[in-house]
């Protein structure tokens, strides 16, 4: 009797626990679900809503951001939408380093392991501003980064 009692309690503290580790993964503070590329595989990523004031931004300090590709006025199909950067004085492979890409303002991706192209998926066609931001570590983007406005056509 005793033990079934201790076994009960046991179980629905197990179960509590699973109930809130679930809630916290799915909780309003993990807003945007991105993909990211980690040396050539794609997983997902979770901002909360302190990672999403990019409006606080982190002086550069010599490093510098370029898109390639494409070019300011393109016009591209939906289909194949690569964006290339070239980066200047920041090292993509330390320190968990990676750069962010935005379409029209909205963070579109988090690209790690020293990639420097990600192709954007889901853009609906028509004029849009695509922008990439280098960011540290710790997610501190680096106030100047690059645009590009492009026309996109299915």
């Not at 033990?3 to 309003?28: N, P, Q």
């Not at 192209?117 to 680096?142: C, F, K, N, W």
Request: aromatic residues 6%.
């Amino acid at each position: 009797m005793l033990l079934g009692y201790i076994r009960s309690i046991i179980i629905s503290g197990i179960m509590l626990v699973i109930l809130v580790l679930v809630s916290a993964c799915t909780s309003s503070q993990m807003l945007d679900t991105e993909k990211i590329h980690t040396q050539g595989s794609e997983e997902e990523h979770h901002h909360g809503e302190e990672e999403q004031d990019h409006n606080l931004r982190v002086p550069n300090a010599g490093a510098v951001i370029r898109i390639l590709s494409p070019g300011e006025g393109d016009r591209i199909s939906t289909q194949n939408v690569i964006v290339e950067v070239e980066v200047d004085n920041f090292d993509l492979t330390e320190s968990e380093n990676h750069w962010h890409v935005y379409v029209d303002g909205k963070s579109w991706g988090m690209i790690k392991g020293g990639d420097t192209s990600y192709v954007l998926q889901g853009v609906d066609p028509g004029g849009h501003e695509i922008s990439v931001y280098l960011a540290t570590g710790t997610h501190e983007e680096l106030e100047d980064g690059s645009s590009v406005t492009v026309e996109m056509y299915e």
